[in-house]
Structures are given as structure tokens and as C-alpha cells.
């Protein structure tokens, strides 16, 4: 091997309580403002968050919490799980986020396999806690994130968040450790099968906090005051929390209430400038926003990302509000983010329309990661914009194997994402589907995510969903299920006519079904397998 002159800069590990003792120190000031599950609004700032984390770290300590042992959270965005997420990382353990809305059955796997050894818990969540408490028989202490004068009436010996920290003086140094060291770890919400569990790592998050911070990724800076719709348990608010502290910008934290009124009071109030989160939250935010004529006065960009970004919600919220919408990829096993979608100079040249498709488009990868796209036989496709391909990462950020997994999942040094994609010659990622969910007509793919996109673009449609159902003839064929707008009385035959000359021919569903509900997965996500399940003897109506 080559014996290479070393540089000679210090060796500083980048750890993630250098993130907060920056933001501490140089953007102390800087407010952190929380709807909390108790009711009311709280508000302080980075510097009394790295106080209080400290002393969170003290307790944790006290309590037995030793290096590389794993603190779980059932709790919505909010400071105190902010705390956590320093406290834990900071003093060398591993901040585990737990997403509550999955099956009780899910969450006490979660917790056993991750060998939780203790559990934060917003007060809303005591039901869960009791009902998983006695199959978690790893967890010393139940820690109920709030004060003795909230704290709720338990058969459990709930430990009081507050007075743990009350107890503490705050004087803890953040240790200095290897930043590859483990720092947080999420499970996926897969839709079949165990969930799988995701290890950051210090440098890795770091890492991709520098990267999301970046002006064609979220473009974060001191001046803008970030309100994270995306959970702080699902791939940690989509590194949020991190970014907000490395560029000092203002975190403002909605609590439980996701509804589009307490949102919008919020984004109000507070003066955000930016937002992210999935699609389906925005349509309850845009809906309300419609209903009441509302403007959004301070609210400049949001990233939009978990579930493919429908146009007609880009546009209106370009159009109609004078917000720009920045498209993203990417997945817990990438930290999660992979692309995000801007323009480049030259496309400020192009007709309204192209701009807007470009936009529509998941964007290119940035710095960070690498992506390609393999054919059936692993053969790697060409940037055409045009070949679908099964999509492959790579990068500081990107998962090498899942928590306590004997072999890893990589192919070649490279991350099989599970998605379908086009890339174009600028790189632009185009995602068609997860690969199960793609329909094989006749020997050739429909993206369900392009059917379903034409469907949303329709006035008196809420959600739509493309599934494959079995054909005699070819093979698969697709079927769009809707739900209505309220009021609505759209047709079959009307939904098919909207397509007409939006999409080739073939691509057109061969039939509609109308539902009350479409159902989402723990993240967000549309649950096309419960939809194929239900219509999986479905017969074309003639
Ligand atoms: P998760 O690990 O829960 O964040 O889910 C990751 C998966 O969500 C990806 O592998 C994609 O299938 C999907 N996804 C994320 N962002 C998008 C997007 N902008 N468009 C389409 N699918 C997306």
C-alpha cells in the first residue's frame, strides 16, 4: 500500500454534540419553540437546550445508561425529545426513536431488539406503554416526558422526566469518541416482514447534516425558522434537528396536532420559513388554508418527500401561495435524504411547463451519494431519462448492514433501494415505483406513480392509488383506486375520460373504483399491498 504524507489539520472526530455546543455558542440566542402534548406553547433557546441536555446526559448516567446502550423515545416533535436526541448521542449512547403509530405487537419487537434499556415517553403514549410494558422485560424504567404536576396515574413506576433533570447541575463535558461510534438508530416500517433496524453513526450524521444543509439541498441558514412536519421518528425529522443547530436556525416543534389548522396557526405565529414533510399532510395543511382563503405570509419553501410529490400539489403551492416546493428522495436506510430537486441555470430558459416537469421530477443526488440504475440481469442502464432500472446508493450516509444483521444487504459495494427509477442526462432522478409495486403490462412497466399523479391533478379527487391486477391477456393491468372530494359525484367514466391524452394510451386504467379511504402505512405511505389484497379477484366492468 502507498505510504501517502499525512496533512496535518487537528483530528477533530465530528461528533453530534459539536452540533449543539456550535449552535450554544453561536446562535445561543436563537429560539426553540414547542407545542407541547401538555397544551400549551414552549419556548427557549439553543443554549438553554444544550444546558438541559447536559443535564439530561448526568441523569442518564446516574441512572446506569453506559456507551453504545440504547434509550428509546415514543414521543412527538418537541424539545424535550430534542434533548434526548443530544443527551443520548452526546454522552456516547444511542438515541433510539420508536415510531408510535405502528402496531403495539411492532413496538414491542422494536424495543426488544433494540435492547432498550430505558424508554422516554410523551404522556399521551402511557396506553402504549402499559400495554407493551409487560413484554418488555429489558426495560428498566418507563421515563414520562414531563413535570410531577403532569405526570400521569400508572400501575407503572414511571420515572419523571423534569425532576431528572432538576436533580442535575449541568456540569457534564461532552466526551470526545471515534465518530464512527453509534449515535441513533430507527426502524424501518416495512410493509412485509420484521422491521429492520438503521444505525447512524456520529460522522454519518454529521455528515448528512452538512449535505442537507447545502443550497441546492434544504438550503438552510440562521435566517430561517424550520417547523419539521416529518416526525422525529421517522428517520430523525429527516435529519432536521441536526441541520437546524449546524446552520442556527430557529426549530419550531407542532407536538401531536398535524391537522392543517393547528399547523397553519403555527407556521403563523412563528414566522416559518421553511417546512418538510409527506404529501399527505400537505393536503390536509393546503386544504384548510383553501377553506379559510388563508395566505401563508413567511413561508418560503417545503420539502416534500416519502411519497412521491403529486404536481398538482406543486403547483399549488407555487401557484397559489407563492411557496416553493423542493422534491425529495430518499429513505431511512440513506439517513435519509439522497436527491432533492431544483433548477439549474440553463432551465430558467425554458417554458413554464418544462420547468414545472423538471420540478416534478425527484431530483439530482447530492454530495454524498452516489446512485445508479441496474437492469434485470445487474447490467447498469443508461441516463437517458427514458430506461427504468432498479436504483442502487452508495455514500458516508448510506447503510452497510441492518442492526444485529448477519449479512449485509449490499450488491458490489452498493445499496439496493428497493425503488424503480429513470435518470436523465442531468442526473435528474425519476422514481416510478418501489419495485413491487411497478405493473407489468405485456411485457412492459407502468409507473403507478404517473397514473396516480394524472388522477391527483383532477379537481374533485382527494387521494388515488395505482395497483396491478391480474390479466388474461397481459399479464397485469392497472387499476386506479379513488377517493372523492367531498360533495363529489365523479364518474368512472368520468376519471377515465381526465386521462385522455395525459398519458399514452396503454398506461390508462383499465378500470376505477371508488373508496371511502385509502390506507396508509405508520409513515405515511399508501398500503398498495392491503389494496391488491382487497382487490386482488377484481373483474373489469364492461
Ligand atoms: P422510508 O424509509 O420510510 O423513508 O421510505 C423510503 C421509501 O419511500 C423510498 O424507498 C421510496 O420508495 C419512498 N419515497 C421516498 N421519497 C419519495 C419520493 N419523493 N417519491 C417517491 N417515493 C418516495
Known amino acids: 500500500m502507498a505510504t501517502p504524507l499525512l496533512g496535518q489539520m487537528m483530528a477533530a472526530p465530528l461528533l453530534i454534540s459539536s452540533l449543539l455546543t456550535h449552535a450554544a455558542r453561536h446562535h445561543g440566542d436563537t429560539e426553540i419553540v414547542s407545542r407541547r402534548v401538555e397544551g400549551d406553547i414552549h419556548r427557549y433557546t439553543w443554549r438553554d437546550a444544550e444546558q438541559r441536555a447536559r443535564q439530561l446526559a448526568q441523569a442518564l448516567r446516574r441512572l ?47 424495543v426488544n431488539h433494540a435492547e432498550d434499556r430505558f424508554v422516554a415517553f410523551d404522556i399521551n403514549f402511557l396506553p402504549l406503554v402499559e400495554t407493551i410494558a409487560p413484554q418488555c422485560p429489558g426495560v428498566q424504567g418507563w421515563i414520562a416526558m414531563t413535570d410531577r404536576a403532569h405526570l400521569p396515574a400508572s400501575d407503572l413506576p414511571l420515572l419523571c422526566y423534569e425532576d431528572l ?23 424501518t416500517s416495512g410493509t412485509t416482514g420484521n422491521p429492520k433496524g438503521v444505525l447512524y453513526s456520529h460522522r454519518s450524521t454529521v455528515l448528512h447534516a452538512f449535505g442537507a444543509s447545502l443550497p441546492d439541498a ?84 417545503t420539502v416534500i418527500g416519502g411519497s412521491a410529490c403529486p404536481p398538482a400539489m406543486l403547483q399549488s403551492f407555487e401557484k397559489d401561495y407563492g411557496v416553493r416546493v423542493i422534491h425529495a428522495w430518499g429513505m431511512s436506510e440513506m439517513s435519509p435524504l439522497g436527491t432533492l430537486c431544483h433548477l439549474r441555470k440553463h432551465h430558467r430558459d425554458l417554458p413554464e411547463a418544462e420547468q414545472q416537469h423538471i420540478l416534478e421530477k425527484q431530483g439530482t443526488a447530492i454530495y454524498g451519494v452516489d446512485l445508479k440504475i441496474v437492469g434485470p440481469d445487474g447490467e447498469a442502464l443508461p441516463w437517458d431519462g427514458k430506461a427504468f432500472g432498479d436504483l442502487y446508493a452508495r455514500g458516508p450516509w ?100 381526465f386521462y385522455q391524452g395525459r398519458v399514452v394510451k396503454w398506461w390508462i386504467p383499465d378500470d376505477v373504483v371508488f373508496v371511502d379511504e385509502i390506507p396508509h402505512t405508520a409513515t405515511g405511505k399508501m398500503l398498495k399491498l392491503k389494496l391488491r389484497e382487497k382487490f386482488r379477484d377484481f373483474e373489469v366492468s364492461t
Open 165 to 187: 433533570i432538576a436533580a442535575e447541575d449541568g456540569d457534564f463535558a461532552w466526551p470526545s469518541m471515534d465518530e464512527n461510534a453509534a449515535s441513533g438508530l430507527c426502524y
Open 398 to 497: 448510506v447503510l452497510d448492514r441492518y442492526f444485529r444483521a448477519d449479512a449485509s444487504p449490499l450488491v458490489d459495494g452498493w445499496f439496493p433501494t428497493g425503488d424503480v427509477a429513470t435518470i436523465d442526462p442531468e442526473g435528474y432522478v425519476q422514481i416510478t415505483d418501489r419495485s413491487k409495486d411497478v405493473i407489468k403490462s405485456g411485457g412492459e412497466w407502468i409507473s403507478s406513480i404517473d397514473v396516480e399523479n394524472v388522477a391527483m391533478a383532477h379537481p374533485e379527487i382527494h387521494e388515488a392509488a395505482c395497483i396491478a391486477i391480474r390479466h388474461p391477456k397481459w399479464e397485469e393491468r392497472p387499476l386506479l383506486v379513488v377517493v372523492r372530494k367531498p360533495g363529489s359525484t365523479l364518474t368512472r367514466e368520468d376519471v377515465l375520460a
Open 218 to 301: 434544504m438550503c438552510m441558514s440562521a435566517r430561517d425558522a424550520v417547523l419539521p412536519v416529518v416526525p422525529m421518528f421517522h428517520v430523525n425529522a429527516w435529519g432536521l434537528p441536526y441541520s437546524s443547530a449546524l446552520t442556527g436556525a430557529k426549530l419550531v416543534f407542532p407536538g401531536k396536532d398535524l391537522d392543517g389548522k393547528s399547523l397553519y396557526e403555527l407556521f403563523e405565529a412563528e414566522g416559518v420559513t421553511f417546512s418538510a414533510g409527506v404529501p399527505t399532510v400537505w393536503l390536509g395543511l393546503l386544504t384548510y388554508v383553501k377553506s379559510i382563503g388563508g395566505r401563508f405570509s413567511t413561508l418560503e419553501r
Open 64 to 110: 446506569g445508561v453506559s456507551d453504545g446502550e440504547r434509550v428509546g423515545t415514543l414521543a412527538w416533535n418537541g424539545y424535550r425529545h430534542l434533548e434526548l436526541y443530544y443527551a443520548v448521542s452526546g454522552m456516547g449512547s444511542v438515541v433510539h426513536t420508536v415510531n408510535p403509530r405502528l402496531f403495539p405487537e411492532q413496538i414491542a419487537y422494536i
